[in-house]
């Protein structure tokens, strides 16, 4: 059984910080990596997909990165901003693509 | 090209009694999955239909079951409702096929509460 798990729970860091966000799977047999932004009392923003075959995905000050072997992934946020305060979950996708297993989320808050 | 729309946006029920949330699919797409996200916890897999067939089940109880119409929009039912059913429920709409779905979009969930 796939288990995803996100450190820090929580983080609070001044306007301007670079940033990184850890997510951890146990089953190294995944389809995709992906991340999604969810703002309070709102559905999910997809942000990143990794594909299994990518180390890597960039999108403006964001940068995600797959590790499979290891069982990782990151999310860099490069210049962090007040709007950027938000949960950000990461999502393993089994390889029928038909299930995403999610871990419990970063709350992450910047301080202007 | 429409999103994946949810209705009701929120709804109160009492303990034991049954709700039907709904769905519709973003255009063009065949799959919708339901995802339960408890406060404070990440979206957890309820089950997933394709093409008006259950096409993978989490681990949640016989009370939680769903439908897909042949527009491809889909409803969840909880019967006997409890406490812990409080949550927001999360569909995500996603074409290709049964044995490999691609990217899932999902709908801005519905909160429900029971009292």
């Known amino acids: 059984k796939q288990e995803v798990t996100q450190i820090p729970a929580a983080l609070s860091v001044p306007e301007g910080e670079n940033l990184v966000l850890n997510c951890s799977f146990t089953?190294?047999?995944?389809?995709?990596l992906q991340w999604f932004r969810q703002d309070p009392g709102k559905g999910l923003t997809s942000l990143l997909l990794?594909?299994?075959?990518?180390r890597e995905q960039t999108s403006g000050r964001l940068n995600a990165s797959l590790d499979k072997s290891s069982g990782r992934s990151t999310l860099y946020i490069a210049a962090s901003q007040p709007g950027d305060s938000a949960t950000y979950l990461c999502?393993?996708?089994?390889?029928?693509?038909?299930?995403?297993?999610f871990g419990g989320g970063t709350r992450l808050m910047v301080k202007p | 090209e429409t999103g994946v729309t949810q209705s009701p946006t929120h709804l109160i029920k009492t303990r034991g009694q049954q709700v039907t949330l709904r769905c519709s699919s973003q255009?063009?797409?065949?799959?919708v999955s339901w995802y339960q996200q408890a406060l404070g916890q990440g979206p957890q897999f309820i089950f997933q239909?394709?093409?008006?067939?259950?096409?993978g089940r989490g681990n949640f109880p016989p009370r939680f079951s769903g439908l897909q119409f042949p527009n491809y929009s889909s409803e969840l039912n909880v019967n006997a409702l409890e406490l812990d059913d409080s949550a927001l429920y999360l569909c995500?709409?996603?074409?290709?096929?049964?044995?490999?779905?691609?990217?899932?979009?999902f709908g801005p969930g519905t909160r429900l509460l029971v009292l």
């Open positions: 255009s063009g797409h065949n799959t």
């Open positions: 990794i594909q299994s075959s990518q």
């Open positions: 995500a709409s996603s074409g290709g096929t049964r044995g490999r779905q691609e990217t899932q979009y």
């Open positions: 089953d190294s047999a995944i389809y995709n």
């Open positions: 999502a393993a996708i089994n390889n029928a693509g038909n299930m995403l297993t």
């Open positions: 239909y394709y093409r008006e067939e259950e096409n």
